[in-house]
């Protein structure tokens, strides 16, 4: 058991590849757009919903980690606190974590899966592509994985997530 933490910018392909490794692996699949929709649809908020989003899939981990479920969190986790709130929720429940940001970095694709992506969660309005490249993403201040998605296919992607969860020690640290 262990948390995959999945971070990257809208439309790079982090769904895709979450729900394509849940498959695969028979984890959980937490991704952070269903919950803070859930909260939208209560009433309670509307867009942005902020902290109480990622407060809640903190939760929702950690309970699926303490119950021994491999558990990939999946979300734009923009800023460091937020990366580094995914590994204390995996230093609380002991278990490795490994940390990838999903890229792509071919800017046409890039703007072609924004511009034209399904959505699969009721009511979910995702950001258009002024939002997605002028949003606030802080740079990554410590070593992790990188997927870069564009011009390769999502099976290539998962095996390469696949070799780097295996590579994660009990210490949480890669080792290749």
Same mark, same amino acid.
């Given at each position: 058991m262990m948390l995959i933490i999945l971070c990257g910018l809208p439309a790079t392909g982090k769904t895709t /590849?979450?729900?394509?490794?849940?498959?695969?692996?028979?984890?959980?699949?937490?991704?952070?757009?269903?919950?803070?929709?859930?909260?939208?649809?209560?009433? /309670?908020?509307?867009?942005?919903?902020?902290?109480?989003?990622y407060a809640v899939a903190y939760a929702l981990t950690e309970e699926h980690l303490r119950q021994g479920l491999t558990v990939i969190a999946e979300?734009?986790?923009? /800023?460091?606190?937020?990366?580094?709130?995914?590994?204390?929720?995996?230093?609380?429940?002991q278990v490795r974590a490994l940390e990838a940001e999903i890229i792509c970095t071919d800017t046409t694709q890039h703007r072609h899966r924004a511009e034209h992506?399904?959505?699969?969660?009721?009511?979910?309005?995702p950001?258009?592509?002024?939002?997605?490249?002028?949003?606030?993403?802080?740079?990554?201040?410590r070593p992790h994985l990188t997927i870069d998605t564009a011009l390769r296919d999502v099976a290539t992607c998962v095996t390469d997530l696949r070799q780097a969860v295996e590579a994660v020690t009990p210490a949480g640290l890669r080792s290749i």
């Open positions: /590849l979450a729900q394509a490794l849940a498959r695969q692996t028979q984890a959980v699949h937490l991704r952070v757009d269903t919950v803070e929709q859930a909260i939208v649809r209560s009433g /309670l908020t509307t867009h942005p919903v902020g902290v109480a989003g979300s734009v986790n923009p /800023l460091a606190v937020t990366r580094q709130a995914w590994r204390d929720v995996a230093a609380r429940a992506r399904s959505v699969d969660v009721p009511g979910l309005v950001p258009g592509w002024d939002a997605i490249v002028g949003r606030d993403y802080e740079p990554w201040d």
